[in-house]
């Protein structure tokens, strides 16, 4: 793993926009690794940092962490009271509405937890790639905004109102991932923390994270 790219940095917080495939830190559910975002920030910039929330191993993107103590407690806060507004983008299979909410609870520490993700509907795609008993395939890049932090949230809504996450393993369709690893040699899930927004000092502070060459080459293959 090289150099993080680092998307903002002050003297008390530092964002970075995670790589797919990449642990924040180490969990006993990835015995495999042995690289983690908190170990390669620390080392990168020699100091400690605090990760203020998580992101999925799979998911990319925007990924905050405070340098130190005081400032990873406030920052802790502001996620719990879901004042830091979390915008992610997601490529799902076929098309969706334009718009919706989905309310729908999740198990979570061995009890179902509300859950709630408000979606926007970017862009349809449909090419012609015969999937199952259809002769093309349809998909719909989304804006997803979750209004709550469970665990697998987003994979776990999409697949709910049967729009996956186009590589979303296990919660997605593996029918649909076959397809693109087979036709498009494309293994990535499709799931980007696009930007996180909050207020730190009487100022918004806006982060934003460009999406990875994978997912910018999958809505290539996409375009009319």
Known sequence: MGTLEIIYETQNLIAINKPH???VHRTKIANDADVFALQLLRNQINRRVYPAH???RKTSGVLLFAKNPDTNSTLQQL?????????YIALVRGFTDKNGMIDYAIGENGKLQNAITHYELIQHFEIPVP???HQTSRYSLLKLSPQTGRFHQLRKHMAHIFHPIVGDRPHGCNKQNKLWKTRFDMTTMLLHAQSLEFEWNN???HIQAEKSEEFKRVLEILKP
Do not use: S, V
């Open 54 to 56: 998580r992101l999925d």
């Open 79 to 87: 996620f719990q009271q879901r004042k830091i507004t979390k915008t």
């Open 131 to 133: 999937f199952g008993e």
């Open 203 to 205: 100022e918004t502070i």
């Open 21 to 23: 495939g990449l642990l």
